[in-house]
């Protein structure tokens, strides 16, 4: 069984800018989630979905990260515009139901500078 | 509020020998989750080990126990017979549910050398 997918693997941006971050999930598992985890410290969750709707973005900041999940199946998180304090490694991971264990993804090391 | 306290931030250990990693929370619902994940220099969460609030036994998997006690709220990871492929970050996770499905609260890891 592969396991969550996530590209690209590393990425470099100066402030300002925008990226993107693509996340595949276990096949048939509708809950994905977001984190984001900044050197030294463990994961924070950022969103959750529930197949293609959001079921808890209360501490994504909003002014400059988004997310989708338009088919219930992949999905892609936006920074725009980067700050230097959003370099982070972002986590994905899904699991079969909200109540299951979360697998997680290689996770994406975004650097802004 | 959920919080969960890792206080080593490292720790060495001796090939073969057993290590304790710390992990204490404090949570007010009667009904959640401990878990342990071990992140190796990939960045890739692993699972480890999990133990339900109402679970009797400590859990255990292979070389890893969860020393499980509730009164004190802690959630230590044992792990015994350490091997050089053990280096890593681990860090300890609290599941609670709520109306979303499960939420996970991760502590800020230690990080555990093995020395050959």
């Known amino acids: 069984e592969a396991g969550v997918a996530q590209s690209p693997r590393y990425k470099i941006i100066e402030k300002r800018q925008s990226v993107a971050f693509w996340c595949n999930p276990i096949s048939g598992h509708a809950t994905l989630y977001w984190y984001q985890q900044i050197l030294g410290q463990g994961p924070k969750l950022l969103i959750q979905f529930q197949n293609n709707g959001v079921v808890d973005d209360s501490q994504l900041p909003k002014d400059r990260f988004s997310a989708e999940r338009l088919k219930g199946v992949d999905s892609t998180l936006k920074i725009q515009p980067a700050k230097l304090e959003d370099s982070a490694v972002y986590l994905c991971?899904?699991?079969?139901?909200?109540?299951?264990?979360?697998?997680f993804g290689p996770g994406t090391r975004l650097t802004v500078l | 509020a959920q919080k969960i306290t890792q206080t080593q931030p490292g720790m060495f250990v001796q090939e073969k020998e057993a290590v304790t990693l710390d992990c204490t929370y404090d949570?007010?619902?009667?009904?959640?989750?401990l878990f342990w994940y071990k992140q190796p220099s990939s960045g890739e969460m692993i699972f480890l080990i999990y133990q339900g609030s109402y679970d009797e036994q400590n859990a255990t998997e292979g070389r890893y126990s969860l020393n499980f006690q509730k009164a004190r709220k802690s959630a230590n990871l044992v792990i015994s017979a350490s091997q050089l492929g053990d280096s890593a970050m681990y860090f300890c996770?609290?599941?609670?549910?709520?109306?979303?499905?499960?939420?996970?609260?991760f502590g800020g890891g230690t990080r555990l050398m093995v020395k050959p």
């Open positions: 991971a899904s699991s079969f139901d909200s109540y299951n264990e979360q697998f």
């Open positions: 949570t007010s619902d009667q009904s959640y989750g």
């Open positions: 996770a609290m599941r609670r549910y709520n109306n979303a499905g499960n939420m996970l609260t």
